[in-house]
């Protein structure tokens, strides 16, 4: 298995500029979570999805956020337009929907830089 | 703010000692569970404990969950310069909108010593 795979592992842009962040979950997991993370605030959790279907987006800060989960095995996290406070490491993270045993597996981040 | 709070923040120990981590939480879980993450890493899973067990090993990891506290603490003995990391309590929700998502405390950052 390869795991929750996370694109791009880097990513600098300039203040303004769309981005988009991509994440393939691991096969048969039925959440999908973003988080944010960073020294300041830690580990936030902007959204996630069971099913495909988003259950809490309370976390995602701003209009300027969104996401998609078009399918089982792919989903996007957009900011638009992006500004330097967005700079953060991002993950992706996935989880069975087994009782009592919801352990997330996360990928390995998506280090943004908005300039 | 965040569920879990992990005490203490940081942790300096020389290696072959044993680290000690402790999580407090607020609400209802389902269960508890720790992750770790090296620097510039995603976080990894390391152990879970339900809500009706007190006690579980994995190799050098030892946790406790005392609900009537709400608290937790992950021991990791004889400890190795390699587990130098991160560490992260995480809560699952008892149940409803709260099912599958979990809440992370703010870590503690453990450093071993060669």
């Known amino acids: 298995d390869a795991g929750v795979i996370q694109s791009p592992r880097h990513e600098v842009t300039e203040m303004g500029q769309e981005v988009t962040l991509r994440c393939k979950p691991i096969?048969?997991?039925?959440?999908l979570f973003w988080y944010r993370q960073t020294m300041m605030r830690g580990l936030e959790l902007l959204i996630y999805?069971?099913?495909?279907?988003?259950?809490?987006d309370s976390g995602m800060p701003e209009d300027r956020f969104s996401a998609k989960m078009p399918n089982a095995s792919f989903s996007t996290l957009k900011i638009q337009p992006s500004e330097p406070r967005d700079s953060a490491v991002y993950f992706c993270?996935?989880?069975?929907?087994?009782?009592?045993?919801?352990?997330?597996?996360f990928g390995p981040g998506t280090r943004l830089t908005v300039l | 703010s965040q569920q879990g709070e992990e005490d203490p923040q940081a942790l300096s120990i020389q290696e072959g000692e044993n680290a000690t981590m402790n999580c407090s939480y607020k609400t209802s879980i389902n269960n508890l569970q720790w992750y770790r993450q090296n620097s510039g890493r995603g976080l990894v899973h390391l152990i879970l404990i339900r809500s009706n067990e007190r006690e579980k090993h994995s190799g050098r990891l030892r946790v406790t969950l005392d609900t009537s506290k709400k608290s937790s603490s992950l021991l990791i003995t004889a400890s190795r310069a390699a587990d130098t990391a991160s560490y992260f309590c995480?809560?699952?929700?008892?149940?409803?909108?709260?099912?599958?998502?979990?809440?992370f405390g703010q870590g503690t950052i453990l450093t071993v010593h060669p």
């Open positions: 993270a996935s989880s069975p929907s087994s009782v009592g045993k919801n352990t997330q597996y």
């Open positions: 995480a809560t699952g929700g008892a149940g409803g909108t709260s099912y599958g998502k979990l809440t």
């Open positions: 999805f069971n099913n495909n279907v988003p259950i809490d």
């Open positions: 096969s048969g997991h039925d959440y």
